[in-house]
T-cell receptor, first 113, second 110 residues
Framework: EAGVTQSPTHLIKTRGQQATLRCSPISGHTSVYWYQQALGLGLQFLLW???????NRGNFPPRFSGRQFPNYSSELNVNALELEDSALYLC????????????FGPGTRLLVL | GEDVEQSLFLSVREGDSSVINCTYT??????LYWYKQEPGAGLQLLTYIFSNMDMKQDQRLTVLLNKKDKHLSLRIADTQTGDSAIYFCAESKDDYKLSFGAGTTVTVRA
């Protein structure tokens, strides 16, 4: 069974641009979570999508947004990129229901110049 | 500061046991997790423990939970060079998000 996949693996953008990151969950998983792993800040919860709806978001500005498609894959969009957005963005998925174990993808490394 | 706290570094000799410690804050957390991150990679789920358990063993891994002290530990028996990685302790908060520690970098020396 395939795990969580993310694309692209690396992304280089300049300040002010927009970045789009993609995630495909494990088959049968309906929830997708996004986390940011920035140097010195650790792993921070960004967004949670379930059944196509944004269920909750972490303490990030509105320029971090996303969506979940009918096939449960998800996109994370970061607008007006800032240098401090440089980080590893990790996607995780879980089975339906709260409290289910989250399985992570390999991440997208975003570098903002 | 972090809700979940871990020591930052651990150096262990190949073949010895490694013990990684973690303290968490939310007594209502239902599950506690250990994830492993190798250089340049995502997070690999190693094991988890339900909050009403005090121990879980899975091959070379033993998780101990002291709920009274909010202390979690991961013991890796017969540590190998492939165990060199960053290990994250995480608690499940509000049943939807994981709150992670800063990670413990484990270095296995020959």
């Amino acid at each position: 069974e395939a795990g969580v996949t993310q694309s692209p693996t690396h992304l280089i953008k300049t300040r002010g641009q927009q970045a789009t990151l993609r995630c495909s969950p494990i088959s049968g998983h309906t929830s997708v979570y996004w986390y940011q792993q920035a140097l010195g800040l650790g792993l921070q919860f960004l967004l949670w999508y379930d059944e196509g709806e944004e269920r909750n978001r972490g303490n990030f500005p509105p320029r971090f947004s996303g969506r979940q498609f009918p096939n449960y894959s998800s996109e994370l969009n970061v607008n007006a990129l800032e240098l401090e957005d440089s980080a590893l963005y990790l996607c995780a998925s879980s089975r339906p229901g709260t409290g289910e174990t989250q399985y992570f993808g390999p991440g997208t490394r975003l570098l903002v110049l | 500061g972090e809700d979940v706290e871990q020591s930052l570094f651990l150096s262990v000799r190949e073949g010895d046991s490694s013990v990684i410690n973690c303290t968490y804050t939310d007594s209502s957390s239902t599950y506690l997790y250990w994830y492993k991150q190798e250089p340049g990679a995502g997070l690999q789920l190693l094991t988890y423990i339900f909050s009403n358990m005090d121990m879980k063993q899975d091959q070379r891994l033993t998780v101990l939970l002291n709920k009274k002290d909010k202390h979690l530990s991961l013991r890796i028996a017969d540590t190998q060079t492939g165990d060199s990685a960053i290990y994250f302790c995480a608690e499940s908060k509000d049943d939807y998000k994981l709150s992670f520690g800063a990670g413990t970098t484990v270095t296995v020396r020959a």
